[in-house]
């Protein structure tokens, strides 16, 4: 089975720094990998994927991703964090062609 | 945007009664899913369904059934909840007509199980 692996439960930083919340993946084949966003009291909002193609995804919010096949990795990124960065957020990974599985999330705090 | 609305949005219930959560669409989306989230366990997936009267089981389906007899709605229910089902339950649609893919989520349904 396909699993994401997220295992920061909490991220801390500095408004104006960078940030990196990280994920990693096991998956048989090539993977498809996404990163949603969850604010509070709100439903899931995708950010960015990576199907096939440049390691490097951009996506919403200034955010980006890069994937890593050696070291199964697809972090999320972002140059200067912003404090209405805080949210949830969630990495997962499609499994066969028809369902999504997600990972158990990381908290980002970003700290005026 | 996929328009998806979620009913109840909050629910009380007690131990040992039928729940039914509603999810609607207003776009013919072939794919829908039903998710639960709960701390320290992210998005579990519960069922989800690829067409009418189309369903499949998902990582925590022991407790609940689905039901999909009109492309828009898709129904979650729990014959005889428990205190263990209590969570936010999501409902969400895939925007792509050949499997999962960037999906679109409602509001949620808060549900609490005394």
């Known amino acids: 089975a396909q699993s994401v692996a997220q295992p920061e439960d909490q991220v801390n930083v500095a408004e104006g720094n960078p940030l990196t919340v990280k994920c990693t993946y096991s998956?048989?084949?090539?993977?498809?990998l996404f990163w949603y966003v969850q604010y509070p009291n709100r439903g899931l909002q995708f950010l960015l994927k990576?199907?096939?193609?440049?390691?490097l995804v951009k996506g919403s919010y200034g955010f980006e991703a890069e994937f890593n096949k050696s070291q199964t990795s697809f972090h999320l990124k972002k140059p200067s964090a912003l404090v209405s960065d805080s949210a949830l957020y969630f990495c997962?990974?499609?499994?066969?062609?028809?369902?999504?599985?997600f990972g158990t999330g990381t908290r980002l705090q970003v700290f005026p | 945007d996929a328009g998806i609305t979620q009913s109840p949005r909050h629910k009380v219930t007690e131990t040992g009664t039928p729940v039914t959560l509603r999810c609607h669409q207003t776009?013919?989306?072939?794919?829908m899913y039903w998710y639960r989230q709960d701390p320290g366990h992210g998005l579990r997936l519960i069922h989800y369904?690829?067409?009418?009267?189309?369903?499949d089981k998902g990582e925590v389906s022991d407790g609940y059934s689905v039901s999909r007899s009109k492309t828009e709605d898709f129904l979650l229910t729990l014959e005889s909840a428990t205190s263990s089902q209590t969570s936010v339950y999501f409902c969400?649609?895939?925007?792509?007509?050949?499997?999962?893919?960037?999906?679109?989520f409602g509001a949620g349904s808060r549900l609490t199980v005394l």
């Open positions: 997962a990974v499609r499994e066969g062609a028809d369902k999504l599985i």
């Open positions: 990576y199907i096939t193609g440049d390691n």
């Open positions: 369904s690829y067409g009418v009267k189309d369903t």
């Open positions: 998956v048989s084949g090539n993977p498809y």
């Open positions: 776009e013919n989306h072939r794919y």
């Open positions: 969400a649609i895939s925007e792509s007509e050949t499997g999962a893919n960037v999906l679109t």
